[in-house]
T-cell receptor, first 114, second 111 residues
């Protein structure tokens, strides 16, 4: 079975632009979460979606938004990019968002903002 | 968010057991203890989780203190492929079951 897939794998943008990152969860998984990992730090929670509804949001500005589609895939959008948005963006999926449920991570999208 | 404390780094010889400690003195009764690891240039990977009792799986064992204020991830025979950053994470009720990563423990495995 395919794992979590993310596209693109790498991306270079300039300040002020916007970016859309995509995630396809494992088949049968209905919950998707997004994390940002800046170089040298652990991943930071951005959003969680379940059944197409936002179920959690981390401490990120409104420039960050996301949505989940009927097939449970998800998009993360970032507007007005800043240099500090350069990071690895990780998507994780799980069957349902329960505390004991394992999250499966994709390989990430590496975003560089110049 | 409940806080965990881990050593920044540890070293092990290949094929030796490794004990990775984690302190979580503010843990509450319903918090699950999860361990994930991140190999270089990859996304985090689930290792093991538990609530109160010790747990074993094919990757590792998790020993949870009786008062639940600390836990230890045990790799029974470290290999070079186990070199990674290991994160101890508490998942709290009512937090959307999000993973709150700390800085983790960087494990180096040498021949």
């Amino acid at each position: 079975d395919a794992g979590v897939t993310q596209s693109p794998t790498h991306l270079i943008k300039t300040r002020g632009q916007h970016v859309t990152l995509r995630c396809s969860p494992i088949s049968g998984h209905k919950s998707v979460s997004w994390y940002q990992q800046v170089l040298g730090q652990g991943p930071q929670f951005i959003f969680q979606y379940y059944e197409k509804e936002e179920r959690g949001r981390g401490n990120f500005p409104d420039r960050f938004s996301a949505r989940q589609f009927p097939n449970y895939s998800s998009e993360l959008n970032v507007n007005a990019l800043l240099l500090g948005d350069s990071a690895l963006y990780l998507c994780a999926s799980r069957i349902i968002p329960r505390n004991q449920e394992t999250q499966y991570f994709g390989p990430g999208t590496r975003l560089l903002v110049l | 968010d409940a806080k965990t404390t881990q050593p920044n780094s540890m070293e092990s010889n290949e094929e030796e057991p490794v004990h990775l400690p984690c302190n979580h003195s503010t843990i509450s009764g319903t918090d699950y203890i999860h361990w994930y690891r991140q190999l270089p240039s990859q996304g985090p990977e689930y290792v093991i989780h538990g609530l109160t009792s010790n747990v074993n799986n094919r990757m590792a064992s998790l020993a949870i203190a009786e008062d639940r204020k600390s836990s230890t991830l045990i790799l029974h025979r470290a290999t070079l492929r186990d070199a990674a950053v290991y994160y101890c994470i508490l998942i709290q009720s009512g937090t959307a079951s999000k993973l709150t990563f700390g800085t983790g423990t960087r494990l180096q495995v040498t021949l």
